[in-house]
């Protein structure tokens, strides 16, 4: 079974850049996805793919992978960007599917 | 735009069936998979299981036993069941549309979500 590794948490300060990480044996052979999550909300997708976003996720967050890791970087990180963020692919060697471990990022 | 509806019980005592419905709303059942996903308070997400229009099923491998998602086609809906719930099944559970693309590599992405079911296991 494949597991999805994230850093727990992770500082920002306001505008500044901040890339979360996702690693795993599986991210060699999918594309992870990711999630935002306020507290008390359900997660929203942020970036799937290479580097798409639903129309409605500003253009500061932005993806892209690299051998058994994948990354989602803010660029100008804003005061509504603390939240927890996970990665979610396919195992490479099930039918199943796995979410990372989940990076608290906070805005300072 | 497709919105996801969900309901169930909300407490349950040790050894009882955790039973949840998710209503589709403004989309069709057909052309995706459906997914369950749970997240105990305070911890991460973790993957329960999907669903396709033709009734395929993929399941956690550490729930497999357990769980049982099925859908109701005339009623536009999914279900998820659980048997035997614990306190460690206590958890906000999720019901989300699975699509997936592809370029160099293949993925797979939840793009609309319900809004949860908070479901507490306590005798």
């Known amino acids: 079974s494949s597991e999805l590794a994230q850093d727990p948490a992770v500082s920002v300060a306001l505008g500044q850049t901040v890339r979360i990480t996702c690693q795993g044996d599986s991210l060699r052979n999918y594309y992870a996805s990711w999630y935002q999550q306020k507290p008390g909300q359900a997660p929203i997708l942020v970036i799937y793919?290479?580097?798409n976003r639903p129309s409605e996720i500003p253009d500061r967050f932005s993806g892209s992978s690299s051998g058994n890791t994948a990354s989602l970087t803010i660029t100008g990180a804003e005061a509504e960007d603390e939240a927890d963020y996970y990665c979610?692919?396919?195992?490479?060697?099930?039918?199943?599917?796995?979410f990372g471990t989940g990076t608290k990022v906070t805005v300072l | 735009q497709v919105q996801l509806q969900q309901w169930g019980a909300g407490l349950l005592k040790p050894s009882e069936t955790l039973s949840l419905t998710c209503a589709v709303y403004g989309g069709s059942l057909s052309g995706y998979y459906w997914s369950w996903i749970r997240q105990p308070p305070g911890k991460g997400l973790e993957w329960i299981g999907e669903?396709?229009?033709?009734?395929?099923?993929n399941y956690n491998p550490s729930l497999k036993s357990r769980v049982t998602i099925s859908l109701d086609t005339s009623n536009n809906q999914l279900s998820l069941k659980v048997s035997s719930v614990t306190a460690a099944d206590t958890a906000e559970y999720y019901c989300?549309?699975?699509?997936?693309?592809?370029?160099?590599?293949?993925?797979?992405?939840?793009?609309?979500w319900g809004k949860g079911t908070t479901v507490t296991v306590s005798s």
């Open positions: 989300a549309r699975r699509d997936y693309g592809s370029g160099r590599l293949v993925y797979y992405y939840m793009d609309v």
């Open positions: 669903i396709n229009h033709s009734g395929s099923t």
């Open positions: 979610y692919s396919r195992d490479s060697s099930d039918n199943h599917y796995v």
């Open positions: 793919g290479k580097n």
